[in-house]
């Protein structure tokens, strides 16, 4: 591999910032052609796993070490590119083995546009014994040009066969002001406007991209007006304020509707009536995905502005995180009890762990809705 390619993987691999460790070894295995063919990454939420997952991907689907700029590498960032396959549990128990019989079904073909196909696999640890046992001798002896990126919190909660197989790459914990501090180089946006974003979306990288998406952002905004409005709403105002947090959240998702149909019609002509099935499967899948990562990042901005509240609460010079909602965050707190503000918190809770239960968006949003103004009204 060439000194240039080898900048482009750290050049690529530099959202990395606040994991040096793991983007300089990721940038030498890239580099010098000698990546794994399974990787395992563990770390806590927000350490930028999945962030690491896409720049690897990109890195090793670009024909320069991750350039940024060409076609691949924009595939990639737009979670588009057909040889890149992001995968996450579809029950409330985990991987389903038919979504398994369907990776290992897709292994066997050729890649579409590249010469390497990657496979991101997240919250491995909920590959139970069926699942995994499917998935263990493709993840052993893949075909060539096959990598397999893996997404867990700790090496102990997932199966050991899994982990045996994989090559392990830890991730540190990134507290919130680092986090912010990073995004605020990167972005050159207010600090304050920064740690707002790390609470709503979680790593830097993250948090980078919500800060440039209008839709995200306004759908932070539907969620926080429809908090702010709870003390006085009927029941009426609750279920239009969770049918209209819902349109707010699949916003950012007509242009990757927009962007699919593109690639379908651009590889129609040359794809079997299965592939074309698996590809339009595919892109169903990253929908739901995405559909559910917007409703927890609106849930994460509820949880954000509850705090809020609830440090102002009990502080008498608290540190908000939502400056740009502090009028929301007084009046809330003036009107429910440090008990109330409590249970509205675990109102949020009980809707992220429906979220992953695969509830309804719709039901979930209008059960946390009304729970969180009982808790607001109810002394």
């Not at 482009?8 to 063919?37: I, K, N």
């Not at 916003?251 to 651009?266: G, N, R």
């Not at 099935?277 to 559910?292: F, G, I, P, Y």
Request: with cysteine.
């Amino acid at each position: 591999m060439t000194a240039a390619v080898q900048e482009h993987s750290r050049a690529l691999l530099a959202r990395l910032e606040t994991q040096p460790r793991v983007r300089e070894f990721l940038a030498r295995a890239v580099a010098s052609g000698r990546a794994s063919h399974a990787y395992l990454f563990v770390g806590a939420p927000g350490s930028g796993k999945l962030d690491a997952a896409w720049a690897l991907a990109q890195a090793l689907l670009c024909e320069n070490g991750g350039c940024g700029a060409c076609d691949a590498c924009v595939r990639v960032a737009r979670h588009t590119h057909p040889d890149v396959h992001h995968l996450a549990p579809e029950s409330a128990t985990g991987y389903l083995i038919a979504q398994i019989r369907d990776l290992l079904d897709d292994v066997a073909l050729a890649p579409i546009r590249a010469q390497r196909k990657v496979y991101i696999i997240e919250r491995a640890e909920q590959l139970r014994a069926n699942s995994a046992n499917a998935l263990l001798k493709t993840l052993e002896e893949p075909p060539a040009g096959v990598t397999f990126i893996l997404l867990g919190t700790a090496q102990d909660t997932i199966l050991p066969t899994i982990v045996s197989r994989c090559q392990c790459v830890p991730f540190r914990t990134i507290s919130p002001v680092v986090a912010a501090h990073d995004v605020e180089r990167a972005t050159g946006l207010p600090l304050a406007r920064c740690r707002m974003a790390v609470a709503v979306a979680g790593s830097p990288a993250r948090a980078e991209a919500f800060l440039k998406s209008a839709d995200r952002q306004e759908a932070r905004r539907v969620m926080l007006r429809a908090l702010d409005a709870l003390p006085r709403a009927d029941e009426a105002d609750i279920l239009a304020a969770a049918k209209e947090l819902l349109a707010a959240v699949r916003a950012p998702l007509a242009e990757v509707k927009s962007t699919q149909q593109a690639v379908l019609d651009q590889n129609a002509d040359y794809l079997s009536r299965g592939a074309l099935k698996q590809l339009e499967d595919r892109h169903k899948r990253e929908l739901n995905a995405r559909e559910r990562s917007g409703i927890m990042e609106v849930l994460a901005a509820a949880r954000s502005l509850l705090r809020d509240v609830l440090t102002t609460q009990e502080l008498t010079e608290a540190d908000v995180v939502n400056e740009d909602a502090a009028d929301i965050v007084d009046r809330l707190s003036r009107v429910a009890s440090l008990t109330g503000t409590l249970r509205a918190l675990d109102a949020v809770t009980a809707a992220e762990h429906a979220v992953m239960r695969n509830i309804t968006p719709q039901l979930t949003f209008e059960v946390m809705l009304f729970d969180i103004r009982k808790a607001f009204v109810c002394r």
